[in-house]
């Protein structure tokens, strides 16, 4: 991304500030067609809204109605637009009602990008303008982008995704919207195992820890695991286990937001050691554990203790 786009996304929410976006109940996305609002109904959803594209704008206030009283749904997003037509004329006035009437906390909005963004993209996706074809594709621009300026003047946040790829326009819905629980939505599994039995095939990221001192050669050590006081007191007592531990603690905690970022939903970091008893079965419990104390979601799993 250019600095440009580094710049709008430095700017995009102007008219509203972080806090006030969270605590938004209800978000309505609208704005130009062709200018993202499907990728970020999607960010949305990942987010854990209950999502709907081109809701019918007279439902609006019912669908408001539904949600607020299910138990299991808490937020809710939907997508309003010009393949309304006319029934978009009445949009402004309902929109006022949720806010005033129905005291519905909610944000609005509005996608827009410049006409040359537009035309590129209506041309590689080969999709047909919902306003039709009856004019030049550059004049039916035109002519919804001046139909939709009374909905934009009313938007919450208005966003300029003339630069943006579907993964910044993610990352700047969750940079406003995601909560710190939201950020936890990651799910981080330490698994340990043992390079005889081989590597697990789903590993994200592999770290080898046959260079530590092998408690298998310890008689006393040899029918415990590495989850085991003794065995682990042993492993730590060395230096270079507390300088490793340091290091891929401090690794990790710099990497698990920017793969959360990119929209990876489990991370799989697997540690080695030759059977998969001793320490790597120490070193997932430990990792685990400071990542966790850091406000990650993980979970252990030891592969190949048991064989």
Do not use: W
């Not at 993209?121 to 080969?126: K, N, V």
Request: aromatic share 8%; hydrophobic share 40%; glycine share 6%.
């Amino acid at each position: 991304m250019g600095p440009a786009a580094a710049k709008r996304r430095r700017q995009p929410a102007q008219l509203a500030d972080a806090d006030r976006l969270r605590e938004a109940d209800l978000v309505i996305v609208t704005g130009m067609s062709g200018s993202g609002k499907g990728s970020v109904l999607k960010a949305f959803e990942d987010l854990g809204y209950y999502c709907v594209d081109n809701l019918p704008v007279d439902l609006i206030p019912k669908f408001a109605e539904l949600y607020r009283s299910s138990p299991g749904t808490s937020r809710a997003a939907l997508v309003v637009d010009i393949r309304e037509g006319a029934a978009l004329q009445r949009f402004p006035a309902i929109y006022r009602r949720l806010r005033q009437q129905m005291q519905v906390r909610t944000t609005l909005i509005f996608l827009l990008s410049s006409d040359e963004a537009l035309l590129r993209r209506f041309s590689e996706t080969r999709r047909p303008h919902p306003l039709g074809s009856n004019l030049p594709l550059r004049e039916t621009i035109a002519a919804e982008r001046k139909a939709l300026q009374v909905i934009r003047n009313a938007a919450n946040l208005v966003i300029d995704t003339s630069q943006f790829n579907v993964h910044d326009l993610r990352n700047l819905i969750f940079d406003h919207f995601s909560s710190a629980a939201d950020q936890r939505t990651l799910l981080i599994s330490c698994v340990s195992f043992g390079y005889r039995h081989g590597v697990p095939t789903d590993s994200d990221l592999v770290f080898d820890v046959r260079f530590l001192p092998n408690p298998n050669y310890i008689p006393k050590f040899q029918p415990l695991s590495g989850k085991h006081p003794a065995v682990a007191k042993y492993i730590r007592s060395f230096p270079q286990t507390e300088e490793f531990t340091k290091r891929i603690s401090e690794l990790l905690t710099y990497l698990i937001p920017h793969y959360s970022r990119e929209g990876k939903n489990y991370l799989t970091i697997s540690f080695g050691c030759t059977g998969g008893r001793h320490r790597s079965v120490m070193m997932a419990e430990t990792i685990a554990k400071t990542l966790s104390g850091r406000g990650f979601r993980t979970k252990v799993l030891h592969r190949d203790v048991g064989k």
